[in-house]
C-alpha cells in the first residue's frame, strides 16, 4: 500500500520543526505538549458522541498531529523516530493476535480478551502489583474504572447487584455520619468508587454516562434560561423547579 499523504504530512512536521520552520513548532517539548494530546482526545471523544464523520476525520487528524509532534521531537533529540514507534505497535499488534497471526484458536472475544491479558502481563515483567500501570494522568473516574476492572479480573466481586447496592446504601450512612470535610470527602470518594462498580457490573462506561448526564443537564439549563420571565438570580425555589420540570419534558431525547 502506498500513503503519499501521510508521507507528506510526516514531512511537513519535520520541515517545522527544522531550523528554518516554524518557531512556535521549534520550542514545543514532550511536556508542553502535554495537555494538547488530552484536549484532542476528548475532542475526538465528542466527536464519536456526535455521529458527526467529517468532524470525527479532523479530529482524528488533530490527535496524529500530537503524535507525529511528539515522534519529530523525540527524533530531534536523537531518541526514536515515527518509524521507531510504527514498528514497536506493529509488533505488539501481531503478539497480542495469536489467533490471527499465529496457530491459537479462540472461540469468542471473551478468550480474545484474557490471552491479550495474559501475553501483555508477560511483556510486562516489571509490573509486580495487578495495580502498577494504572495511568496517574487520566481523569479519577477513568482511573476507578481501570482499577475496578483489573481487580474483578482475578475475581474480587460482588456476587450480585444487591451485595453491591448494599454497599454503595453503606458508604452514603457513612457520608451522613461523617464529621469532618476530610472524612466526608473520603467517604464520597468511597461512594463514587462504588457506583462506578455498579456500572461495571452493568458494561455500563461511567464515563460515557456521566458525559451524556453533563450534556443533557447543559441542554435543560439552557431551555430554561430561555423560557425564564426574569433574570435567573431572580428566581424563587418554585419557579426554578417549575422551569426545571417544562425543561425536562422537552429535552429528553437520548443521543
Given at each position: 500500500?502506498?500513503?503519499?499523504?501521510l508521507e507528506?504530512?510526516?514531512?511537513?512536521?519535520?520541515?517545522?520543526?527544522s531550523?528554518?520552520?516554524?518557531?512556535?513548532?521549534r520550542?514545543?517539548?514532550?511536556?508542553?505538549?502535554?495537555?494538547?494530546?488530552?484536549?484532542?482526545?476528548?475532542?475526538?471523544?465528542?466527536?464519536?458522541?456526535?455521529?458527526?464523520m467529517?468532524?470525527?476525520?479532523?479530529?482524528?487528524?488533530?490527535?496524529?498531529?500530537?503524535?507525529?509532534?511528539?515522534?519529530?521531537?523525540?527524533?530531534?533529540?536523537g531518541?526514536?523516530?515515527i518509524?521507531?514507534?510504527?514498528?514497536?505497535?506493529?509488533?505488539?499488534?501481531?503478539?497480542?493476535?495469536?489467533?490471527?497471526?499465529?496457530?491459537?484458536?479462540?472461540?469468542d472475544?471473551?478468550?480474545?480478551?484474557?490471552?491479550?491479558?495474559?501475553?501483555k502481563?508477560e511483556?510486562?515483567?516489571?509490573?509486580?502489583?495487578?495495580?502498577?500501570?494504572?495511568?496517574?494522568a487520566q481523569?479519577?473516574?477513568?482511573?476507578?474504572?481501570?482499577?475496578?476492572?483489573?481487580?474483578?479480573?482475578v475475581?474480587?466481586?460482588?456476587?450480585?447487584?444487591?451485595?453491591?447496592m448494599?454497599?454503595?446504601?453503606?458508604?452514603?450512612?457513612e457520608?451522613?455520619?461523617?464529621?469532618?470535610?476530610?472524612e466526608?470527602?473520603?467517604?464520597?470518594?468511597?461512594?463514587?468508587?462504588?457506583?462506578?462498580?455498579?456500572?461495571?457490573r452493568?458494561?455500563?462506561?461511567?464515563e460515557?454516562?456521566l458525559?451524556?448526564?453533563?450534556?443533557?443537564f447543559?441542554?435543560?439549563?439552557?431551555?430554561?434560561?430561555?423560557?425564564?420571565?426574569?433574570?435567573?438570580?431572580?428566581?424563587?425555589?418554585?419557579?426554578?423547579?417549575?422551569?426545571?420540570?417544562?425543561?425536562?419534558?422537552?429535552?429528553?431525547?437520548?443521543k
Amino acid at each position: 500500500m502506498n500513503y503519499p499523504n501521510l508521507e507528506a504530512l510526516i514531512e511537513t512536521i519535520r520541515i517545522l520543526r527544522s531550523e528554518n520552520g516554524c518557531a512556535w513548532d521549534r520550542e514545543q517539548t514532550h511536556k508542553s505538549l502535554r495537555r494538547n494530546i488530552l484536549e484532542e482526545s476528548y475532542e475526538t471523544v465528542d466527536a464519536i458522541n456526535s455521529g458527526d464523520m467529517d468532524n470525527l476525520k479532523e479530529e482524528l487528524g488533530d490527535v496524529l498531529l500530537q503524535v507525529l509532534l511528539h515522534s519529530q521531537i523525540a527524533d530531534d533529540n536523537g531518541c526514536f523516530n515515527i518509524e521507531d514507534v510504527a514498528k514497536i505497535l506493529n509488533e505488539k499488534l501481531i503478539h497480542r493476535h495469536p489467533h490471527v497471526f499465529g496457530n491459537i484458536k479462540t472461540n469468542d472475544t471473551k478468550e480474545i480478551i484474557a490471552n491479550w491479558d495474559k501475553l501483555k502481563s508477560e511483556e510486562k515483567t516489571e509490573r509486580k502489583s495487578l495495580m502498577d500501570g494504572i495511568s496517574k494522568a487520566q481523569s479519577a473516574l477513568m482511573t476507578a474504572q481501570k482499577i475496578s476492572n483489573k481487580a474483578v479480573k482475578v475475581g474480587f466481586e460482588w456476587e450480585n447487584d444487591e451485595q453491591l447496592m448494599d454497599c454503595i446504601k453503606s458508604e452514603f450512612k457513612e457520608f451522613e455520619e461523617a464529621k469532618s470535610f476530610e472524612e466526608k470527602e473520603e467517604e464520597f470518594g468511597d461512594i463514587l468508587f462504588a457506583v462506578v462498580n455498579l456500572a461495571r457490573r452493568n458494561k455500563i462506561d461511567a464515563e460515557q454516562a456521566l458525559i451524556r448526564s453533563n450534556n443533557k443537564f447543559i441542554a435543560r439549563f439552557r431551555e430554561m434560561e430561555k423560557n425564564s420571565p426574569k433574570p435567573l438570580t431572580e428566581l424563587s425555589f418554585e419557579e426554578w423547579d417549575t422551569l426545571w420540570k417544562k425543561a425536562k419534558i422537552k429535552v429528553k431525547e437520548r443521543k
